[in-house]
């Protein structure tokens, strides 16, 4: 392992080694937090059992539904606004305070807007998500070489397939950062939302569990919700770093 | 009439006669292939700074086959008017014309450029970079790869067909670049300084794959270069350039034969003929580059 890869393991192990330590030697109540070892055994029980399989699909579909709607949602509009440079300087200072607004504050005109199923938290997600794919795309859009543009227009190019064959391509790794943040956004919109009113999902549970100090299933909840999201996060940094190092001098 | 309307009208004229030349030269077809007249190109003023004219007016006529090059000095509007010719910009007054039709907002079918920057996709592969015309055009797969097969071999990209830009040096980018272009036969190639980015001996080189290309397919060439001894070893004629706003100051003829190479630069007639153009460049890029004249 690399000098590297050794520290950041243990910028992992050594802090969880040291919590372990500290809930076994009693330190630390078990009423506030079980050792890591315990969240893991649960976890593994829990899984094994399949009890709340509903609601981790329930929230891993929703987060999946609000991730592919941002990305989308968030490309077409960039590309727009930065082919209506007079709309894009009147939307510019909204966009950079819009994430100063409480997404939550509106859960529930959502509530109005969408019912009592999934579609609030989808919502919640997507708003807290879409506004990073925007700014990103609009940034690499920003710094697309013009002969590359030039280019694409000596081979005749319409101005959608410049949009999808150069402008895009070309602003690829900065639309990759957009889209990394636009993952972790919809999870913490998602789970946080179903914190607030939902019936189901990994956020109710662990709101449930919370309430009724159960920390045998709020912890492995917990560590089911850091695994998932950093198990995706790592995937995208590798692809993205696959996709970067083509591009590398 | 001012001074700088009986330049153009003698440049014109001038142009005309250089016309007659070319078209009497061996090898060389008789039509006019790209037209300039009265071209001129004012930038539009923009906050603070006022508007700029960057060329012209200029009037010139490119006859079909013929290896034409322009040099001038810094920001005296070559580019602009590579520019113009290829419907990337439109002149703000006058009109171009390429193969009789005006040049009107977009790119003519048969024009080909080569930028003086780095113009390679660098998400695609050398072999997809110079394909990517062809796909375009929707050609055959098995004639793209039997064109783009040809182009690496003969740029020397044999070994690198799979790499990515970023793993070539700048003067192998700028050669997929040239075979970006070449592939798509173009009857009218434009030439922004291509080979800038090229070491002198590899500049050399290039510019005998060049003109044997242009004996090979027939295509009218553009050539903008800053380097007056590529111009005078590659061109058949060369516009000289007066600094901003940039109109021709002369049109020399160099005279070479169709079948010269990189070794006439060792030609008396060759020192000659940079010779000439640096006596007419001397005092418009001392002006271009802001020098008070008593510096001179």
């Known amino acids: 392992m690399s000098k590297i890869g050794l520290v950041r393991t243990a910028a992992i192990v050594l802090p969880v080694g040291a919590l372990e330590l500290l809930c076994r030697f009693g330190t630390i109540s078990p009423i506030t937090i079980i050792p890591p070892s315990e969240m893991v055994r649960s976890l593994y029980f829990i899984l094994l059992a399949g009890q709340y399989q509903a609601d981790i699909t329930a929230t891993l579909s929703n987060v999946l539904v609000s991730i592919v709607a941002a990305m989308l949602a968030g490309l077409i509009v960039a590309t727009l606004l930065e082919s209506l440079p007079a709309i894009r300087r009147i939307f510019d200072p909204l966009f950079a305070t819009y994430y100063s607004v409480p997404i939550y504050a509106f859960y529930p005109l959502m509530i109005v807007l969408f019912g009592l199923g999934d579609l609030p938290q989808i919502a919640i997600g997507f708003l807290l998500a879409v506004m990073a794919v925007i700014i990103n795309t609009l940034n690499g859009l920003d710094r697309v070489p013009q002969v590359l543009i030039k280019v694409s227009r000596v081979h005749r190019l319409s101005y959608l397939k410049i949009a999808l064959q150069v402008r895009l391509p070309s602003a690829a790794p900065y639309i990759f950062t957009g889209f990394k943040l636009a993952v972790a956004y919809s999870f913490v919109g998602i789970i946080g939302a179903e914190f607030i009113t939902s019936s189901r999902g990994i956020g109710y549970q662990i709101s449930y569990a919370y309430n009724n100090f159960d920390n045998r299933l709020m912890y492995p909840l917990i560590l089911l919700v850091l695994v998932v999201v950093t198990t995706v996060n790592m995937s995208l940094y590798v692809w993205e770093q696959h996709l970067l190092a083509r591009r590398r001098t | ?296």
């Open chain 2, 1 to 296: 009439m001012s001074s700088a309307d009986s330049m153009n009208t003698a440049v014109a004229e001038a142009g005309r006669r250089d016309a007659e030349w070319v078209a009497a030269a061996p090898g060389v077809a008789a039509a006019v292939h790209v037209a300039l007249r009265d071209v001129a190109r004012v930038f539009p003023p923009r906050g603070t700074q006022p508007a700029l004219h960057a060329l012209g007016p200029i009037d010139l006529d490119l006859i079909k086959g013929e290896f034409f090059a322009v040099v001038g000095p810094s920001g005296c509007g070559k580019s602009t008017l590579l520019d113009i010719i290829a419907g990337l910009v439109p002149p703000s007054s006058g009109q171009a014309t390429f193969e009789g039709r005006p040049v009107l907002g977009q790119v003519p079918d048969g024009v080909g450029v080569v930028f003086q920057e780095d113009a390679s996709f660098p998400w695609l592969t050398v072999f997809d970079n110079i394909a990517f015309g062809l796909r375009e055009r929707k050609r055959p797969e098995a004639e793209i790869k039997e064109a783009v097969d040809y182009a690496v071999g003969f740029m020397g990209l044999s070994d690198f067909s799979g790499a990515y830009p970023a793993q070539l040096s700048g003067g192998m980018r700028q050669r997929v670049c040239i075979a970006r272009t070449l592939v798509m036969k173009p009857r009218l190639i434009l030439l922004d300084e291509p080979f800038g980015a090229l070491d002198q001996q590899t500049r050399l080189l290039m510019g005998d794959e060049l003109l044997r290309l242009w004996r090979e397919t027939g295509a009218t060439i553009l050539l903008i270069t800053h380097a007056l001894d590529e111009a005078a070893m590659l061109a058949d004629r060369i516009g000289v350039m007066s600094s901003r706003p940039g109109t021709f100051l002369e049109i020399i003829r160099t005279g070479w034969s169709r079948e010269r190479d990189s070794t006439i630069v060792s030609q008396e007639s060759f020192g000659r003929l940079t010779s000439r153009m640096w006596t007419l460049l001397r005092e418009q890029s001392i002006r271009s580059i802001g020098y008070a004249k008593g510096h001179a």
